[in-house]
């Protein structure tokens, strides 16, 4: 079955730590989104990028980076610089422009 | 810079209630206007899309949404509401040429029998 896996369902860190979450799609799929979901903020988006090897900054991309050097996988690192990293984040992605965005079951960070 | 505004946060019905939840959103150029819904435990999904044509879309179980230009708005409504469509709705639009998707904060919405 086509989908997208993000791996793990939970992380936990320490803090001052880098921690990378993986996002693999099988659908073909160009775009990749990462979204950061916390409680009454919805889905705020981190990075996403159209095409390998090609990135842009979203709304709140500030502590974060990424990477698309395959077109199957967008993995997303929060660094220490990110100063409120725990959170719900999701990573989707979609076909031809405008394409609906498919999700992942999301990974729940904690760091203490 | 385009964004998303959802102004009811949380919304609570009872079963076979009227439902619209309201959705503005910022943007100077053609967009294109997308309903998300998120069923508790389940991951988001497409409820429906408005690109081009006729105002008025309809998208699963029953939900509808308008396009109003003029209103900046994509209303979603539902005339007659389910305990099974308890979940939080959000609202996303991008502009026309572009893949960068800006959601609302959502809307959580119960439905009592």
């Known amino acids: 079955d086509g989908g997208i896996t993000q791996s793990p369902k939970y992380l936990f860190r320490k803090e001052g730590q880098n921690v990378t979450l993986s996002c693999e799609q099988n659908?073909?799929?160009?775009?990749m989104y990462w979204y950061r979901q916390d409680p009454g903020q919805g889905l705020r988006l981190i990075y996403y990028?159209?095409?390998?090897?090609?990135?842009q900054k979203g709304d709140i991309a500030e502590g974060y980076s990424v990477s698309r050097e395959k077109k199957e996988s967008f993995p997303l690192t929060v660094t220490s610089a990110q100063k409120n990293p725990t959170a719900f984040y999701l990573c989707?992605?979609?076909?031809?422009?405008?394409?609906?965005?498919?999700f992942g079951n999301g990974t729940r960070l904690t760091v203490t | 810079a385009q964004s998303v505004s959802q102004h009811n946060h949380h919304v609570i019905l009872s079963e076979a209630a009227s439902l619209e939840l309201g959705c503005n959103y910022s943007?100077?150029?053609?967009?294109?206007l997308f309903w998300y819904v998120q069923y508790p435990g389940q991951h988001l999904q497409l409820l429906l899309k408005?690109?081009?044509?006729?105002?008025l879309v309809k998208g699963i179980k029953g939900f509808e949404a308008e396009f109003i230009k003029s209103k900046f708005s994509f209303n979603l409504r539902k005339p007659s509401v389910q305990w099974s469509d308890t979940a939080e709705y959000f609202c996303?639009?991008?502009?026309?040429?572009?893949?960068?998707?800006?959601f609302g904060t959502g809307t959580r919405l119960q439905v009592f029998p």
């Open positions: 989707a992605s979609s076909g031809p422009l405008n394409s609906p965005l498919h």
């Open positions: 659908l073909n799929h160009d775009a």
């Open positions: 990028s159209q095409i390998v090897n090609d990135f």
């Open positions: 943007y100077g150029g053609t967009v294109n």
């Open positions: 408005y690109f081009s044509g006729d105002p």
């Open positions: 996303a639009v991008n502009g026309g040429n572009t893949d960068k998707l800006i």
